[in-house]
């Protein structure tokens, strides 16, 4: 029979648009957060990070807000490429506990011409 | 750097057979973690390392998993005996400090039959 799984997000975008992923941390003790990018058969690569004590961090097309109120996380990406379809973690590390990294389900980002 | 290393890039064995997954993490990072990826679990944390001690294992599904680092350049996970549903990819991931990011490597795809 057919392998239940995980039900990702999928985000569909034409290419040139924006693209905004969201994510819902866990931890209101979660001092450092990081976006990931991960391409089929390759392993998840660092895209953005920001620390708590931020709302808004900017890098070259994308852009990371945080708002700790809620606990919510998003990553938005100008100008979307074909090269920029692939699945998306958040992921935090908790004050206190070491180095610890938690990731969080992901969404599929798919780019369409 | 040539990045986060992992051997072998595939492994398929039979149910039973101990299988050890190698990862040489990037030179002077001193924390190193081991993740699984499944399409039913997405990626979960197995335990981490810091400065070649075993900091949090919470995250080792059975005592059949084991982990080793020896020294600063080098860790170990074995699974012995190994099951069907310990198939999945094995990723291993360096960091230096604690507000950078995590390096993963390209993973292990595990099969035991």
């Known amino acids: 029979g057919e392998s239940v799984g995980l039900h990702l997000p999928t985000l569909s975008v034409q290419e040139g648009d924006n693209s905004i992923i969201n994510c819902a941390y866990s931890?209101?003790?979660?001092?450092?957060f990081i976006w990931y990018k991960q391409e089929s058969g390759k392993g998840p690569q660092f895209i953005i990070d920001?620390?708590?004590?931020?709302d808004k961090r900017q890098g070259q097309r994308v852009t990371v807000l945080l708002n700790k109120t809620v606990k919510h996380l998003s990553l938005q990406i100008a100008a979307t490429q074909p090269g920029d379809s692939a699945v998306y973690f958040c992921?935090?590390?908790?004050?206190?506990?070491?180095?610890?990294?938690?990731f969080g389900t992901g969404t599929q980002l798919k780019v369409e011409l | 750097d040539a990045g986060v290393i992992q051997s072998p890039r595939h492994e398929v064995t039979e149910m039973g057979q101990e299988v050890t997954l190698r990862c040489k993490p990037i030179?002077?990072?001193?924390?190193l973690f081991w993740y699984r990826q499944t399409m039913m679990r997405g990626l979960e944390l197995l335990i981490y390392?810091?400065?070649?001690?075993?900091?949090?294992d919470s995250g080792m599904p059975e005592d059949r998993f084991s982990a080793k680092m020896p020294n600063a350049s080098f860790s170990t996970l074995k699974i012995q005996p190994s099951e069907p549903r310990d198939s999945a990819v094995y990723f291993c991931?360096?960091?230096?400090?604690?507000?950078?990011?995590?390096?993963f490597g390209q993973g292990t795809r595990l099969t035991v039959v």
């Open positions: 991931a360096s960091s230096l400090l604690r507000y950078t990011e995590a390096f």
């Open positions: 931890n209101s003790a979660s001092d450092y």
């Open positions: 920001i620390r708590s004590n931020m």
């Open positions: 992921a935090e590390r908790q004050a206190g506990g070491g180095n610890k990294l938690t």
């Open positions: 030179s002077g990072h001193n924390s």
């Open positions: 390392f810091n400065n070649n001690v075993p900091i949090d």
